[in-house]
């Protein structure tokens, strides 16, 4: 009668000790930080992009999502791997009179800049 005591009681203490385990993981998970966070940080002028593209009179509209930004524009644009890596695009895509440049987490603040001007 002693031993199954002793194995009952030992099976309450392992049971709470995974339970409050448990506890402490559940409520870590629910500060979890929900903002998307993105780069403000821009490596080169503005008005230089903006003259690669074309200028402001061959940009019709401009769309930007989290890491890209898309242009409308009147004639197309050529930009070669070095103005790539002086700009910090990773990408470009090309389409009828649209192009978009992925430049990653601060698209958000040089859309802003481009909208500024």
Known sequence: MKIKNKLLLLSFLTLGIYYAIIKTKA????????ELTYSKKIN??????IDKVGGKQNIRSIKHSLNSI?????????????????????????????????FGDNAKAIYNKINNI
Do not use: L
């Open 44 to 49: 080169f002028e503005i008005s230089d992009f």
């Open 27 to 34: 409520k870590k998970a629910i500060n979890i930080n929900t």
């Open 70 to 102: 898309t242009f409308e524009i009147n004639n197309s644009v050529n930009i070669d791997k070095r103005e790539q890596q002086k700009f910090g695009i990773k990408g470009i895509m090309k389409g009828y009179k649209k192009i978009t440049f992925i």
